[in-house]
């Protein structure tokens, strides 16, 4: 059995990005593997939120892992900031994470480019603490977006050195699992980049139906294909890449036969995306719904998932403690 260790941040609702690149994934192995999945709320604090919705928005992420169908009863499903000991080992990685290493992370130089304003200490480490995560609970699989594939590569980085360094085979090569197919991009409606959950582009896991078929058919688009089988535009491109996500295969062939012998209608091809993101998303919502009410079962889920993860934690922080040289009086 393998450890799985994977997590959200908390700074607003999720997106099909965060769940075809990740939630999805983690439901589909929870029952094979030793899971550990959290809400990274630490994470969420490079960018300041305002303290009265903070709690609001782990809640809210919390029932939207739970709406679409992590098990707590298998899985440990907590808040990062529930289970200190992940602070311990990020400050113990840290003495061994180059700041040289760190300014050069493509993340790290996309938030300085676009905050220039904030760039503080906590972005700079932001991998360091994703490397606690993870290392936390010694994980052999780590299920995440493409977009976290660097930051998975620096986890491996760090690991390897902390053995190297103390001598051990302590910490695992922990790889990103992305079930043969590689990992995912779920791009924006909005003609460029990846499905976002501040840019705007988002179609969320709680939107009704109007506001998916609102969404949808206002996505960019292009003047339609001049000529048979020429390449299609991004935006256009785009549109596609989350067809092939969510509808059937045989949808995603009519529409390519139709774009390649120019009779493409767009519209069609909207209103078609639409409804095959409703049939997929309705569902979770309205169990998200469900179970955002429901304050106890919440709090009981964060108490278990918080113990459990906490022994874990706990285990190895007190093994890392020592083959650094830590002794008690
Ligand atoms: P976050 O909160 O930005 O995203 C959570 C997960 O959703 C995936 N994702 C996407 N996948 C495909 N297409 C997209 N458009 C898209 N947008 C988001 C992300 O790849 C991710 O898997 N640093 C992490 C949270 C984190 C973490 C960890 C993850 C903290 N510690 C330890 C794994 C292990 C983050 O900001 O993800």
């Known amino acids: 059995m393998e450890t799985v260790v994977s997590g959200i941040r908390s700074t607003g609702n999720l997106h099909l990005g965060n769940y075809f690149g990740a939630l999805r994934n983690f439901i589909r192995i929870q029952h094979e593997n030793r899971c550990f999945f959290f809400i990274a709320d630490y994470h969420s604090l490079t960018t300041h939120p305002d303290p009265k919705l903070l709690h609001e928005n782990v809640r809210n992420v919390l029932s939207e892992y739970l709406g679409a169908g992590v098990d707590p009863d298998t899985a440990t499903l907590y808040i990062q900031s529930d289970v200190p000991q992940v602070t311990e080992l990020y400050l113990l990685l840290n003495m061994h994470a180059y700041v040289g290493e760190l300014e050069r992370t493509s993340s790290f130089k996309d938030k300085v480019r676009k905050h220039a304003d904030n760039v503080n200490a906590g972005l700079l ?40 360094i103390y001598g051990v085979e302590y910490f695992p090569e922990s790889m990103p699992c992305d079930f043969g197919s590689g990992l995912i991009k779920v791009p924006g409606l909005d003609g460029n980049g990846k499905m976002g959950k501040s840019e705007g582009n988002g179609i969320f896991l709680i939107d009704s139906d109007k506001d998916i078929r609102k969404k949808v058919m206002r996505a960019v688009t292009d003047e339609g294909p001049k000529t048979p089988n020429s390449e299609m535009s991004e935006p256009v491109a785009n549109i596609f890449s989350i067809m092939k996500i969510v509808s059937a295969p045989d949808t995603v062939e009519y529409f390519t036969e139709k774009y390649n012998s120019c009779e493409i209608r767009y519209g069609d091809l909207k209103k078609q995306l639409a409804e095959d993101i409703i049939a997929c998303v309705a569902p979770i919502r309205e169990r998200i719904l469900e179970i955002r009410s429901n304050d106890a079962y919440l709090s009981k889920v964060v108490r278990e998932g918080a113990e459990k993860a906490r022994a874990s934690a706990e285990k190895t922080v007190s093994e890392v403690r020592e083959i650094m040289g830590f002794k008690k009086f």
Not at 130 to 158: C, N, S, W, Y
């Open 125 to 164: 480490t932001y991998p360091v603490l994703m490397a606690a995560d993870i290392l936390l609970h010694k994980a052999d699989k780590v299920p995440v977006g493409k977009d976290q594939e660097q930051h998975l590569e620096m986890t491996r980085r760090f690991a390897r050195r902390f053995n190297n």
